[in-house]
């Protein structure tokens, strides 16, 4: 089970909540009611930002946290997540784009020896609403966008993540949790292990997975398809983008045939899932899935 | 990006693996350390494969070293003129095989491919090894050698396990997304040697690394661009440019490849494609209009789509910069418009007031769903029937 659904994190900390970016962010949270108990900004020990302590380092802490959201830079990400995962931090948001890729990889090495869960690096976070606005948000996954429900969103995109987010909201689809995996080459866990982590989740009907070209993420996602008790639909972006060209994101390239889209599309469909090729196509199929 | 040979070869130096004595070819006369070397392999440096076919590696003579040069530099045509050469020492090989090393995402970890067969058999499809490589764990080189041990006698396949080995702390070390040596010879005095290394380095470590020592690299890849590209890259964010008739203003990787997929369900195709880059300024939209307006000064395209997610930065300033800019530029081809903002950005957001502005300033439509946009644009500049939605 995921941590931050198993028990809701009551002790959040943010790492570089000073910036521009991070103070708008951590203000947002503030609002959603995220239990932000303080952040960790070197040399600013003492201060207080917009209410929130700050503290130099996260040993300063009189109790454990159970969240992190990081904003620090992506030069200071690896060693930021490998503080948090020697903290035993069940769940870790790691904002920053642009982490060099072996930094990810130590990253991700170190999150997972420990057991937490490492979204990003470069994610907008999370999102699991609830009825009332006492969901959770932890990071820049607007609950504005989400509404509560029993569909499991996961994106490879940020912009992508909030925009099928508010499309399923306006089609009346609720979420179980909308969830910004990271647009990176190397992440903190890959899509086929969230899906087998929503396997035994009571409050998900459905999964809507929205990946992108590139890599080969969905060829591992397929096989955990196979054996997953719930019905998934995929969108995979980028089917009209042009091979050996980036399309932003560190691993949207179509560097080969399999990295791209229709190679995923059929892949996944194979493996039993539905296949949409856009997200309007894919909230119809879910509404279909989903009606009683 | 792609690191030439020579530059790639100059990094594997550094590190101690062995490569043929070598030379970038300068003037018009064969350099005086090439004089006393066996033989001269002639190579074009280009960021791209297949060399070989296209006539851009060739054996050559003191005598034929510069004619081999021109020929080269007609196949590669005025475009190119800058390409650099490199004159390395053909050395005898006894034996070529294939050795790659690359960041596998999904297993987090190193994958090493390796083929007892080198140079084109690998390019043939020759079965190819695969060994997934923890680069931390002791013991690296045994467990490579347990891997490849099946395909090689003893003694060669020990000398190749600790040459790979010590290629995982070069990937690490030198931020390498993919380190490929083929072949990896062997020659017939005994000795290892990476005759051919395609290298392709991590933009996000960029800075940690030395931009002086893969200046031709670089070269090359900014000479890929075309102008706007260049431009844009200057400004502080990604174009992409792409034959297409609809100029798309975006913001974000995932949305903007759903939008160029929607626009091009609709029978149109989107002229460009956007997003942030690294270390560019936190605001980039009036550049982002500029490159869009320019592409829309051209006769096919038909239309301009701007469309972004504002999650909590205000939607006022956006329109307030967007008809800023609509004042000094109006709109070469029809512009639709169009804002996913969640309530916090719209807050004190009069949508009535920006739309009539909106309109006042030449927007042919405002609305915040992709859809209802693309399909005003389709209907309106009379595009094929929709494929899918």
Redesign the interface.
Known sequence: MLPFLSAPPRRVIVFNPAGRYAARQVAEMRAAGTPIIAGIALGRNGELLDGVPLLDSLAQLEEPADAAILYTPPEGTADAVRQCAAAGIPTIVAAAEYVPVHDALRAAHAARAAGSWLLGPNTLGLCVPAAGGGGLLLGSVSPAFCAPGAVALLGRSGTLTLATARLLTRAGIGQRAAIHLGGDTVIGRNPHEWLEAFAGDAATRAVLYCGEIGGDKEYALAEAIAGFPKPVVAVIVGRHAPADRQMGHAGALIGAERESAARKLAALAEAGAHVAPTPYAAIGILKELTTP | MRLTEAEAKALLRRHGVAVPNSVLLAGDAVPEEAASWRGLVLKAQLAEGGRGKRGLVRLVTPETLMPARAEMRAILGPDAADTGFLLEEAVPVAREMFLALR?D??G??LEMLFSEHGGIAVEEGKPVLRLALDA?APGLAERIHAGIGRRLAPALAARVARQAARLTAV??DE?L?LLEINPLALLEDGRLLALDAKLLR????A??HDAEATRASAAIEERSLTPLERRARVQGF?L?E?PGDVALVS????????L??????HGL??AS?M??R?GGP?ETTEARLDAAFALARRPEVRAILFYT?L???PVADRIETLLGFLARNPAPKPLYVGF?A???ASRGFDAEAAASRLQAAGVALLHDD??TLVRAIAANTGAPPAK??
Do not use: I, K
């Not at chain 2, 991590?202 to 470590?205: I, K, S």
């Not at chain 2, 913001?251 to 759903?258: D, R």
């Open positions: 960041v995402g999904t987090q970890c931390e990937m690490r931020d997304e991590d933009d996000a470590a800075p940690r990604t992409v792409m913001a974000g990787a995932g949305l903007g490849m759903f160029v997929d929607l626009l091009a369900d195709a989107a494609f997003d942030n690294r936190a997610t999650a909590s930065r996913a969640a309530p916090s992709p859809l899918a939605a």
